[in-house]
C-alpha cells in the first residue's frame, strides 16, 4: 500500500489592506522532480492578484522563490527556515 501525502501545514491571512499570505506545506512519500526533500510547498503573499513574494517548489523547477517578480533558486534546508525565510521577505514588502 503506497504512502499518501501529509498536510503539515496549510494558513491563509487576508490583510487590512486585502493582500493575501497563504502558507501550505506537504510532507510527501517521495521528493518532487527537481527537489532532494520531500516536502511539497506553496507560500504566497500577494496584493490585486500579484504575486509580490511566492515560495514554491514546483515539479521538475526544484526550490526556487519569486520576489517581485523576479524567479530565483532557493536553498530550502527544512520547513521552519522555510517560513521564517518567507515570512521575512512578506515583511520587507509591508
Known sequence: M????????????????GAIVEMVVWKLPAPVL????S???????GRNGRRIVG????????DHCH???VE?????????????DFLRQVKRRL
Not at 536553498?75 to 521552519?80: A, D, K
Open 55 to 62: 515560495f514554491d517548489n514546483e515539479r521538475g523547477k526544484g
Open 67 to 69: 520576489l517581485d517578480g
Open 34 to 37: 527537481g527537489s532532494r526533500h
Open 72 to 84: 530565483a533558486p532557493y536553498s530550502f534546508i527544512n520547513v521552519e527556515g522555510l517560513v521564517e
Open 2 to 17: 503506497a504512502m499518501k501525502a501529509t498536510k503539515l501545514m496549510h494558513d491563509k491571512r487576508i490583510l487590512d489592506d
Open 39 to 45: 516536502f511539497k510547498y506553496s507560500l504566497y503573499f
